[in-house]
């Protein structure tokens, strides 16, 4: 009886694309969901209808050979799926899945299920970071690709991670002033680990050039340094940071594009079921997975950056895989041998990741020096202070009950922007390990649903 | 005055709508997120300090871009493109 | 190595009702050792609705539901906070002559018990609740009834306790319990044993297994009340809302979030629930239709609990009738949250004179037939 359901799966990206195809070669019909109205995920996002004229060399650089392809394979397989766009999955129960299309909520059982939910940025607090200008790294990458805009004149870029340099670098070539390159990694530990790096020189120098390239052009690169507030009332004004000697600093910018690497969209995999374990190169609490992308959970498959970053090839890679898994576990006939490449490729990635990973460290010392009045939580408002003052009283030891008695998470956002700094928050103040603190339970709806889509059910198609 | 800028794809058809009343244009394909944040410098206030806010992620996670229209709707404005007509409001709804 | 605590009294169960028993129990100078397996007022007592609400309780229950009324109204004395405890007044509603009928029977039943109901119907309704248009004929309102933040005020009656010199132990599960003597033994693995001259069972939905640990088996079932929240809203609602004959049930927080209630989720396990996805559409389809404000929200988050419901929807209160010094109280069938302080002092008052004034015949732990 499992069979003759369709598998589904969640996410258009370099992921779920790559998966959708190895099922459709097999033979099979899945339905792919998206939330986004075009496929291509975040990586590989395309602009929406309407005029967009960028080639594809334009959009995605160095990128625009893989994500050419990616849109290509998708494009040849879309009259062989079922491709659900603009359709949110916001509740996993029961072996269904509830979607929300159009205002209208309908529900999809499924006997197998691959996640490919992807990534966002990574983020920590610091005072002024709600400004109107104050964007994420992400983000503005979003608006320069998918709609041609700046997120401002002149442009600060903050964080760590290689999106940090790549982006600094997209916004100079799209002519835009960048006010400098802000990086909390100290210039050494990014020297050291570049050795590591070697293992994929042509990242590597990439890297290099989007460095080269931004010195060149005058851009004032800075490392080891602590975001100390970005200034304004109504917008923008300034970003105040701490040199590497602890020398206060005052840029002028109208914007802040700002980031610390990814963090996966764990929700749906947590309300499948999942068992979850924590990862130290994610800093996270992530859905367990085999090597074939196999959740803890029967029939739900796990994979791309949603269950761990590592990248846009790897989720090509990973999604695959966890269709051969997906057939293989339906009792269908798999290639060994491409099975065993993939293998060999994921692993080289995973290395090449653990290096990057050590080049651009999470400063987990930022969560000490984040002021008490700060605010943690965007959504409800909650103050580092209140998350201390609960771990500190003893009312909490972990995340869930911090939630329920300060608020942080409880908002909007389902604790997507807020848990990292909760979690560092929690468990340097109990001084347990990050990993000591727990993580937030998923609630449905994962993200806000419609009041009204209780009166408008669709039945099951 | 506008917190984004556009820096590329100028040529698109141009769709007109009105933010706190004013009548503004943006460009077909734009979110409402764009359209309103190249017509200004924020999308709405928060409910717990009436502070400006003009979104985040610009993909759908942070759910710091939620804005209203004077018709009472709510919308996800990084994930919702503008349309001929709409009637945005960027203020508070909170103070009176 | 076991740790061994001696005490006056032990209690299993740190909700709203272990907690407030402790608190009561403390103020009455006995030494209390409070056991909770997860984080004290985080099960049923930190997830309901945080209705504060006599109106509708069968009458057997006011005096109880009166004296916790009172203690709702002392709470920044008692715990140092008044976790947004707001007397808003609670309005029932009725949408037919029937519904009205029933509600005006219910205040003539209930007169006496200082409940102060009135009935509000036609154009004062509409005059006093514009927000509610015309999609009820009127209502009943007790205006001290109310609601409260339950994440906050549950585990402040641990909290409270323990300030004033409680052991409470949290993450502890009592694995096994029996009576040695004239004490009872309770044991947290090997970690930690506790002797004690009382014993509360105030273990909510998982009493039962306490209970029959003394040949007292109850048909005690645990069901899931469905919950859900919206974004922040514009203030339009200052009243909590009931439906006469149930269904939909909801309130506004001064931070403008709409809390609404109605249908069941399901279990996972014993411990955990989820919100049932039917049961929410439902409720949310319901809840636009009592309150069009929300046409254009959002829903932010769901959730349930895990409550532990008896057949007749009574609770079970009162000693046990195997075990002299053991008292149970739970099973509180979705409505423990308002009435769960005045049952702790009660507790505390059976343990500390032997007796108490509350009528808790209705209660008793053998009303029900014997189960084959
Ligand atoms: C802005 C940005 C830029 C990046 N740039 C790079 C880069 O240059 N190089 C690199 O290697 N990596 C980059 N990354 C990391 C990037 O996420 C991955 O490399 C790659 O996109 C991962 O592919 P994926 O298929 O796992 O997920 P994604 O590409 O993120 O795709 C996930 C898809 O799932 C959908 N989805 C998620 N949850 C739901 C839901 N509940 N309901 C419906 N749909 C859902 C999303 O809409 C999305 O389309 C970037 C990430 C971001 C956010
Ligand atoms: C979703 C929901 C909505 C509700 N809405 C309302 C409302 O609006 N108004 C109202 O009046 N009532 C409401 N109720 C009912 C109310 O919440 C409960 O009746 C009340 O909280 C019960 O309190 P308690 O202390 O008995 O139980 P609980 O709060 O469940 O506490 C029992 C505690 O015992 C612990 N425990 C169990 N076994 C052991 C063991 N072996 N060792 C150690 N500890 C143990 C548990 O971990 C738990 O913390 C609602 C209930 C739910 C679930
Ligand atoms: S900007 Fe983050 S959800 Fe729209």
């Known amino acids: ?231 304004g009332t109504e917008r923008v004004e300034a970003l105040v940071w701490r040199d590497a000697r602890g020398q206060e600093r005052r840029t002028g910018c109208d914007a802040v594009a700002f980031g610390l690497g990814l963090r996966s969209e764990t929700q749906l995999a947590d309300l499948a079921g999942c068992r979850f374990r924590f990862d130290e190169a994610d800093r996270a609490w992530l859905p367990e997975r085999d090597g074939a992308g196999r959740s803890s959970v029967p029939g739900v498959y796990l994979a791309g950056d949603g269950s761990g970053i590592s990248g846009a090839d790897a989720a090509e890679l990973a999604g695959e895989r966890a269709a051969l898994g997906l057939l293989e576990d339906l009792g269908r006939p798999v290639d060994g041998k491409r099975v065993k490449e993939l293998d060999g490729r994921l692993a080289r990635i995973a290395a090449f990741r653990r290096s990057l990973s050590a080049a651009f460290p999470f400063p987990a010392d930022w969560a000490d020096a984040i002021a008490d009045d700060t605010m943690i939580c965007r959504c409800e408002g909650v103050t580092a202070g209140a998350v201390r003052e609960i771990a500190r009283s003893g009312q909490a030891r972990e995340m869930n009950r911090a939630k329920a008695l300060t608020r942080a998470g409880m908002g909007r956002c389902q604790g997507r922007m807020c848990s990292a700094t909760t979690a560092e928050l929690l468990s340097r103040t109990l001084g347990t390990g990050p990993d000591g603190v727990g993580r937030l339970r998923a609630q449905p709806p994962i993200k806000p649903l419609p009041v009204s889509a209780g009166a408008e059910r669709r039945e099951v198609a | 005055m506008a917190l984004l800028q556009r820096v590329a794809e100028q040529g698109r058809r141009v769709v007109r709508f009105t933010l706190d009343g004013r009548p503004v244009e943006a460009l077909e394909g734009d979110t409402v997120m764009t359209a309103m944040l190249t017509n200004g410098e924020r999308l709405r206030r928060t409910e717990f300090a009436d502070s400006p806010r003009a979104g985040f992620c610009m993909m759908g996670a942070c759910q710091d871009c939620w804005v209203r229209t004077e018709e009472g709707e709510r919308l996800r404005a990084c994930g919702t493109f503008i349309a001929d007509g709409m009637r945005l409001l960027s203020g508070g709804e909170w103070t009176s | ?281 439902t409720l949310m389809r319901d809840a636009a239709e009592l309150f069009p404000q929300l046409r254009h929200a959002h829903v932010i988050r769901c959730w349930t609990g895990v409550e532990g419901y008896t057949p007749d929807r009574n609770p079970v209160i009162g000693p046990s009738r195997t075990t002299p010094g053991l008292f149970h109280a739970f099973g509180f069938s979705g409505a423990g949250f308002q009435i769960g302080p005045g049952v702790g002092q009660t507790l505390a008052e059976l343990v500390t004179t032997g007796e108490t004034p509350m009528p808790l015949e209705p209660f008793r732990i053998d009303r029900f037939p014997p189960t084959a």
């Open chain 3, 1 to 281: 190595m076991r740790e061994r605590i001696e005490c006056d009294a032990a209690i299993v169960g740190g909700g709203i009702v272990g907690g407030s028993a402790a608190l009561f129990l403390r103020q009455a100078g006995l030494s209390v050792t409070l056991l909770e397996r997860d984080w004290c007022g985080a099960k049923a007592s930190g997830v309901n609705f945080g209705g504060v609400r006599r109106q509708g309780r069968p009458l057997e229950q006011l005096p109880l539901s009166q004296r916790a009324h009172a203690i709702w109204g002392r709470l920044p004395e008692l715990l140092g906070t008044d976790a947004e405890y707001i007397r808003s007044g609670h309005l029932k509603l009725a949408r037919s002559e029937t519904d009205l009928e029933s509600l005006i029977a219910y205040r003539e039943r209930s007169q006496g018990f200082g409940l102060g109901l009135e009935i509000i119907t036609g154009e004062e309704f509409r005059r006093r609740w514009p927000a509610l248009g015309d999609r009820a004929l009127g209502g009943s309102l007790c205006p001290e009834d109310g609601h409260a933040n339950p994440r906050l005020v549950s585990p402040a009656f641990a909290r409270a306790a323990a300030a004033l010199g409680a052991v409470v132990r949290e993450q502890t599960p009592v694995d096994r319990v029996e009576k040695d003597g004239d004490r009872f033994v309770l044991l947290s693995g090997d970690a930690l044993e506790v002797r004690a001259r009382f014993l509360l069972n105030t273990a909510g939905a998982w009493s039962r297994r306490v209970a029959e640990a003394f040949g007292e088996p109850v048909p005690l079932e645990s069901l899931h009340p469905n919950m859900a929240v919206t974004e922040p809203l514009p203030r339009f609602l200052d009243v909590n809302i009931g439906v006469e004959g149930g269904g939909v049930y909801g309130r506004q927080v001064p931070r403008g979030n709409v809390v609404v209630g109605g249908g069941r989720g399901f279990a996972l396990d014993a411990d955990r629930a989820r919100p049932q996805r039917d049961a929410v559409l």
């Open chain 1, 1 to 231: 009886m499992s069979e003759v359901l369709p598998p589904v799966i969640v996410g258009a990206g370099p992921a779920g694309i790559r998966a959708a195809e190895r099922l459709v070669a097999a033979g099979l019909r899945p339905v792919v969901v998206d939330e986004a109205a075009r496929w291509g995920g975040q990586i590989y996002r395309q602009p929406p209808d309407g005029g967009f004229t960028r080639p594809k060399t334009a959009l995605y650089g160095f990128e625009a050979g893989k994500a050419d392809a990616v849109h290509r394979a998708m494009a040849a397989i879309r009259d062989r799926i079922d491709y659900r766009p603009r359709t949110l999955v916001w509740n996993c129960e029961d072996g269904a899945l509830d979607l929300l299309c159009d205002g209208a909520s309908e529900t999809l059982p499924f006997s197998h299920m691959i996640l490919a939910t992807g990534a966002t940025d990574r983020v920590l607090p610091f005072p002024g970071w709600t400004l109107p200008g104050v964007f994420t790294l992400g983000g503005s990458q979003v608006a320069l690709k998918f709609q041609g805009c700046a997120v401002g004149r002149r442009v600060a870029f903050l964080g760590t991670g290689p999106l940090l340099y790549l982006v600094a670098y997209q916004y100079l070539k799209a002519g835009v002033e960048v006010a400098g390159v802000f990086d909390t990694t100290p210039f050494a530990a990014q020297a050291r680990a570049t050795t590591g790096m070697l293992r994929d020189p042509a990242t590597l120098a990439k890297g290099l050039l989007f460095v080269g390239w931004l010195r060149a052009h005058g851009v004032p690169i800075h490392n080891g340094i602590r975001p100390v507030r970005a200034e």
